[in-house]
């Protein structure tokens, strides 16, 4: 717990900047990852030179190229000052360019409330230290059911997506919870650096209670939920092994997530929430699962019937594409 990185402070870039950030406190625990593995405070600012860098290469590029032909002058009395009428201008105007710059990235940030995307070049995890499966399938197909039953038989560490931003959301003093909040009720995406960060922080904590010489297996439910979550994941957190999908028809599911609405307390399990959930599914999550099938990753399970029915076939499926050792 100790170690882990308070949320406002890894993903706000400006106020990270201007805060004491106890960096080596955020390194993982993953044997001979930890000491390269950039703290994600510092996308912000990685981001940031990486920004000026560009900018400034392509100011550079305008400047010299409308200089073309003009070094026709012969006389080398002259020669010298023009050329430092040259350098000192175009410093003046790079300096110049990279304060706007750096003007406009904070009131985008302020206006629109954008988190910085996160800048690392290589995964926090890797792969031969520990096992990623993603757990899809529709609101209400069972996934939850289907990673206790995981987790009972086979020991993963379940997380849930949508459970870490729901505890965001209710944890004190924490700058995203209305921002969730509104965004779960409407059964959209949160921005994925939110998700992203909280799971990266919840994967380094598991680790870290189960010592260095675990290796972690890891059901990430619910997640990724968008083509971008999937991408900026594998490169920045973890390349997954594999993906559970369980498929259920919407009428299935809209009736276990009203039945289940009577009790959870859950400001999405009703009809108009699940309607937009079902929305956002077909619309945004359907083609995370298509991109995995592309790549052979995919194991898709009937979630029909019941749990135990299910279950079984998952562990069968699991066997056949892991072998018995998984
Ligand atoms: N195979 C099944 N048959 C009947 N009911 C089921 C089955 N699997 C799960 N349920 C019930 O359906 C509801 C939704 O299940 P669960 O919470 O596991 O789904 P989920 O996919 O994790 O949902 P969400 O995405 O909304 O979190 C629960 O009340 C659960 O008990
Ligand atoms: O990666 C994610 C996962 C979830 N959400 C939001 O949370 C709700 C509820 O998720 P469940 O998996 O059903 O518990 C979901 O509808 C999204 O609004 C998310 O934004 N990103």
Redesign the pocket.
Known sequence: MASRIPLSWRLAGRRATSRPVPVSASVPLVAGRASSTPAPLSWSSTARTAFRTGKQHQQQHRFYSSQGGSSGNKDKVKFWPFIAVIAIGSAGYVALVNRRADMSRTTDSQTQGQLPPPAKSSPTFSPSDITVLFVL??????????CANLVKQYGFTHL?A?DLLRAEQERPGSQFGDLIRDYIKNGLIVPMEVTIQLLENAMTESLQKNGNATKGRFLI??FPRKLDQAHKFEESVCPAKMVLF?DCPEKVMEE??L??GKTSGRADDNAESIRKRFRTFVETSMPVVEYYEKQGKVVKID?????DK?FAKTQTCLTEKLGREF
């Open positions: 399938g529709g609101p209400g197909a069972g996934k939850g059911t289907q849930s949508g439910d619910g369980f276990r997530l039945e289940r979630a029909t019937p019941t749990p299910v």
